[in-house]
């Protein structure tokens, strides 16, 4: 079993709709997780972090954590096109771990 | 601040030539970390430093690969010899110390060894 798992996609969502990612975890005793978002041909970015069960919001983006499911979200609210990227899930393992990444694309 | 600065951006070399790619850390940052990105295996973790010391190494594929910090703000990333195999994106990120997470990457050198 892959330690970061993700749906791999590609997800597509109309503009203005709700963009659900998904990530599962292998260690139940990791304690940090984070969402980084990767533009084609660009680096990771660091955009969300949650350290504890439930959900964290920051603007348009919501994070949720279920450690009992080992099971981490990343909700996009109103989605734009400009939040066409890959959207890597990623868990502190020891050191950083990350999943496969969800390819999303927000169609005008 | 500049970000962590990596070089070169692109590289392209032949099969059994020596590769080195190098990473300024941004300032303040003790952890520097090697990363490498290809479409089959995704991002995978070489190796990484705390305060200059490399804490795990068992990411680096073979002994063809190398990865030393001469001091707190540089580092670099050796593949000798290379093979077509290693052709990838390779990325350097950092962050402060005990913050548990990779805060900032650079912009990556992309390899293709012919």
């Known amino acids: 079993q892959k330690e970061v798992e993700q749906n791999s996609g590609p997800l597509s969502v109309p503009e203005g709709a709700i963009a659900s990612l998904n990530c599962t975890y292998s260690d139940r005793g990791s304690q940090s997780f984070f969402w980084y978002r990767q533009y084609s041909g660009k680096s990771p970015e660091l955009i969300m972090s949650?350290?504890?069960?439930g959900d964290k919001e920051d603007g348009r983006f919501t994070a949720q954590l279920n450690k009992a499911s080992q099971y981490v979200s990343l909700l996009i609210r109103d989605s734009q096109p400009s939040d066409s990227a890959t959207y890597l899930c990623?868990?502190?393992?020891?050191?950083?771990?990350f999943g496969a990444g969800t390819r999303l694309t927000v169609k005008p | 601040d500049a970000g962590v600065i990596q070089s070169p951006r692109h590289e392209v070399t032949e099969m059994g030539q020596e590769v080195t790619l190098r990473c300024k850390l941004i300032?303040?940052?003790?952890?520097l970390f090697w990363y490498r990105q290809t479409m089959m295996r995704g991002l995978e973790l070489l190796i990484y430093?705390?305060?200059?010391?490399?804490?795990?190494d068992s990411g680096m594929p073979e002994d063809r690969f190398s990865a030393k910090m001469p001091n707190a703000s540089f580092s670099t990333l050796k593949i000798q010899p290379s093979e077509p195999r290693d052709s990838a994106v390779y990325f350097c990120?950092?962050?402060?110390?005990?913050?548990?997470?990779?805060?900032?990457f650079g912009s990556g050198t992309r390899l293709t060894v012919v």
């Open positions: 430093f705390n305060n200059n010391v490399p804490i795990d």
């Open positions: 990623a868990v502190n393992l020891g050191d950083m771990r």
């Open positions: 300032s303040g940052h003790n952890s």
């Open positions: 949650i350290y504890s069960n």
């Open positions: 990120a950092s962050s402060p110390l005990g913050q548990g997470k990779v805060e900032a």
